[in-house]
């Protein structure tokens, strides 16, 4: 991710799935990056054991990986938000079924996808998307008129389509099926996921669509006239009236119409409500799934930013697992959690009022639609902060809800989990990359959380297929780029006996006829079995050998692929995609460097150096350079231009959490014209910028030993705490060249120092600020001078007499030339 010159014209470097079904083709994959790939994953609780197999990789090529729907023949439908739709069979090959127009300004584009219960029968798919209609582009403006704002006004859509038979999407059968309001230019949050329950009815999430950015963290309320309505959440996920921030339950009907379902909210008919609405009071529900055999829906739902709590404001922020059972509100944006409650407070004179009433909330905005009275608030059925939950650890906060296992007896699919995880929760963790399988006694009650074993990255979503197998698309570690670690796996039970593991890989992806490429294959069986290797290149050639050479003399799109087989018949094979007769673009943002320092509300110069050898003249307006704001290991995408070269306006300080793990992003790209009669390419540059006043707790890495937690006093009430002597903490990327001193805040329990180092522990020691024995907090600097040009990372390092604390270090700040 901190590479200085990156090419992002992802390479899929393992395709495969793995069936294990009795009498099939069994075909195994690569591990996720992280832990090798011929690593044996641990077995958990009761000796069961897991093989985590690769569908896929680098899954929206360069786009952005959102959600996927498993297909009754096991083939998988997931979605790149750039507009999208792939296929990825059961042998593990990825096609594009289809592409949408769609607007794409923040967090908006293609979301959700979901099957219908009948697909068999009438192939039928659901899109939830940004259709593009007028909207102008750039950025809607924060404050101003009625006028101003409605320019932005714009919707988000949900669609039935068809998918043929050839894995192909009928544009042309799309039947709308509801639009959900949005105001467009502003971030963020879309919701966007789509499920059925056990009697066919279509449940949608949708999220508040409000910006948080200048609430301090706390809850955005507010109701200023001349404020972009954008900023009070009262007037969608408040709202009874409105869509957002919503669970829908609907009945889709054949003409696309569809009837509402009993149980829902409000009956139909009822003033000033909408009766699509099953559950309300959401913030950002991104992933939802329905347990069919009781309809109970599982929620992740993301929460503010607050790093505290305020008595002027309200809870710390926070966020949760739901568990809805029936109709309801779960409080957003008035109450969180376990029903902890905001502060009604008035943004236009800084005045704090009283506490919302969780039993009874009262929607009093001037932008409300619907009734002034609420339904009591529900409260979370996990929520967390930092590490309130031990077993979830630390860390980013971001859930995913994920699905509940159902074991099928009459299967004889052997790549289904064991019957003792029947009616198990899979929760997922975006930011802290972990899967939980959390078994409780069927009310929610008698909570157990287990790990499960997962090499892979960010989990995006999660269901099972009809194979009883796990399938997580993993969203990979990049900002809005598809990059090389996104991926479709499939987890499968594998206590009778492993697949082949391969991998599969070339020095070229793409190029021009003759094309001449060096592949070359890894497979390994953790039975011990011997292999037997063969590649088929795609165009009728193939080979025995390991690591073969191979040319395509004619242009086309080639799926290479390699497969290993055991003695028993498995199989496990890996491929490789290539396409002759285009080359993909070079892209490299040579400004902003990559880990600049800066400040939120800087005006950033941006250069963009693009090279394609079939486009000898670039077209720069085709050139398109995104500001995101980093947030712990996802990002906000808040502003855009086109061009190669301009500047960018960061939004102010004020705006954020201060205290929060937030950074800035800057991602380029460019999309050539194809050639040789093959599709275009595209590929990103992306920097990361370091604001220049930096919580010590948010480090990159960490001595062994290293502790952070509560430290009175300290900025949002954490800090690195009882520094020793020889410890140290890190940020990657960062250019200390650019610094010339360093200021940090730090609590002095002994005689000390804060070295300043490039690089490493041990490299050039570029300042040293000294710590003395303080009762309070207090700030000691030094001038940094001396790193070396091509540094790209900062090191903060400890030192002092003795084995004891030698300080707390709350935050530093540097100045630049």
Not at 481 to 495: F, H, K, M, P, V
Request: glycine share 12%; hydrophobic share 30%; charged share 25%.
């Amino acid at each position: 991710m901190h590479k200085r010159l990156r090419r992002l014209r992802t390479r899929v470097t393992a395709l495969a799935s793995a069936l294990l079904i009795s009498g099939a083709t069994v075909v195994a994959a690569q591990a996720a990056p992280g832990p090798s790939s011929a690593d044996k994953p641990e077995k958990p609780q009761g000796g069961v054991e897991f093989q985590q197999v690769t569908l896929a990789k680098g899954v929206a090529e360069t786009g952005e990986p959102m959600t996927m729907a498993v297909l009754p023949d096991r083939s998988v439908l997931h979605t790149a938000r750039e507009g999208t739709l792939r296929l990825t069979d059961a042998n593990g090959n990825t096609k594009v079924a289809g592409e949408l127009d769609v607007y794409s300004h923040d967090e908006e584009g293609l979301q959700g996808v979901g099957v219908d219960p009948g697909f068999t029968r009438n192939r039928f798919v659901y899109l939830y998307y940004a259709p593009p209609l007028d909207t102008p582009e750039g950025d809607a403006p924060d404050n101003g008129t009625e006028a101003d704002f409605k320019k932005f006004d714009g919707v988000n859509r949900l669609s039935r389509f068809v998918l043929e038979k050839d894995g192909t999407l009928d544009k042309a059968s799309e039947k709308k099926i509801l639009d959900v309001p949005a105001n467009r230019g502003t971030c963020c949050h879309v919701g966007g996921d789509i499920a059925f329950d056990s009697k066919g009815n279509l449940l949608l999430s949708t999220g508040d669509d409000s910006n948080p950015f200048q609430s301090d963290g706390f809850t955005p309320i507010d109701e200023r006239a001349d404020r972009n309505p954008a900023f009070d959440a009262q007037r969608s996920a408040g709202n009874i009236d409105d869509l957002r921030g919503k669970i829908l339950r609907f009945k889709v009907r054949k003409d696309g119409s569809y009837s509402i379902p009993k149980g829902n909210l409000f009956a139909p008919g009822t003033a000033k409500t909408r009766p699509e609405i099953y559950a309300m009071g959401f913030r950002n529900p991104f992933r939802m799934t329905v347990d069919k055999k009781t309809d109970t829906v599982y929620v992740g739902d993301y929460g503010p930013d607050a790093g505290a709590a305020d008595p002027k404001r309200g809870p710390a922020g926070q966020v949760e697992f739901a568990r809805v059972t029936g109709a309801g509100n779960y409080g957003w944006p008035y109450c969180t959690g376990k029903n902890d409650a905001y502060v009604d407070y008035d943004f236009a004179t800084g005045a704090s009022g009283e506490k919302f009433d969780c039993a009874a909330p009262e929607n009093t905005s001037p932008r409300n639609t619907g009734l002034t009275e609420l339904p009591a608030a529900k409260p979370a059925w996990i929520p967390y902060d930092g590490a309130s939950v031990p077993e979830f650890g630390d860390g980013s906060e971001s859930p995913m809800g994920g699905p509940v296992y159902r074991y099928d007896a009459g299967s004889d699919s052997q790549a289904k989990f064991p019957k003792e995880y029947d009616g198990d929760f899979f929760a997922g963790e975006f930011g802290r990359r972990w899967i939980k399988r959390i078994e409780h006694d069927g009310d929610g009650g008698n909570v157990k959380i287990n790990d499960f074993p997962w090499s892979g990255t960010q989990v995006m979503d999660m269901d099972f297929g009809p194979d009883g197998a796990l399938y997580v698309l993993d969203y990979g570690t990049g900002y809005f780029n598809g990059d090389e670690n996104s991926a479709l796996y499939r987890i499968e039970n594998a206590t009778e006996g492993h697949s082949p593991v391969v991998e599969a890989d070339s020095d070229v992806s793409d190029g021009q006829a003759p094309l001449k490429i060096a592949f070359t294959s890894k497979a390994t069986d953790e039975d011990g079995d011997e292999l037997k290797l063969s590649w088929d290149f795609g165009d009728g050639a193939t080979s025995t050998e390991a690591d073969p050479t191979h040319t395509y003399d004619a242009n086309g799109t080639y799926t290479a692929t390699v497969t290993a087989e055991d003695p028993s018949g498995r199989t496990g094979s890996a491929s490789v995609h290539v396409t002759v007769g285009n080359t993909a673009p070079k892209v490299q943002l040579k400004l902003p460097a990559d880990g600049q320092p800066f400040s939120f509300g800087d005006e950033i110069p941006f250069e963009v150096q693009v090279t394609d050898p079939e486009e000898p003249q670039i077209d720069c307006s085709r050139v398109q350079v995104a500001y995101i704001l980093g947030h712990d290991s996802h990002g906000h995408p808040l502003t855009s231009a086109k061009g190669c070269k301009g500047t960018i306006k960061t939004q102010a300080d004020g705006e954020h959490d201060p205290n929060a793990n937030i950074f800035g992003v800057f991602d380029a790209s460019y999309t050539d014209s194809g050639a040789g009669g093959q599709p275009p390419l595209t590929s990103h540059g992306q920097s990361i910028l370091q604001p220049k006043h930096r919580q010590a707790e948010h480090y990159s890495a960490a001595a062994d030993g290293v502790t952070k937690g509560e430290a009175s006093g300290a900025e949002g009430g954490k800090a690195v705490t009882d520094a020793k002597n020889g410890q140290w903490i890190s940020f990657d990327p960062y250019r200390p060249a650019d610094v010339t001193k360093l200021t940090a805040r730090v609590a002095g329990k002994a005689t000390g120092a804060v070295e300043v180092r490039a690089n490493a522990p041990d490299g050039p020691l570029l300042g040293t600020a000294q710590v003395s024995a303080t009762d309070s907090w207090a700030e000691v600097s030094t001038d940094v001078t001396g790193a070396p040009a091509d540094a790209d990372k900062l090191y903060l390092v400890f030192t002092g007499g003795g084995d004891g604390a030698l300080f707390d270090l709350d935050s530093f700040t540097v100045t630049t030339g």
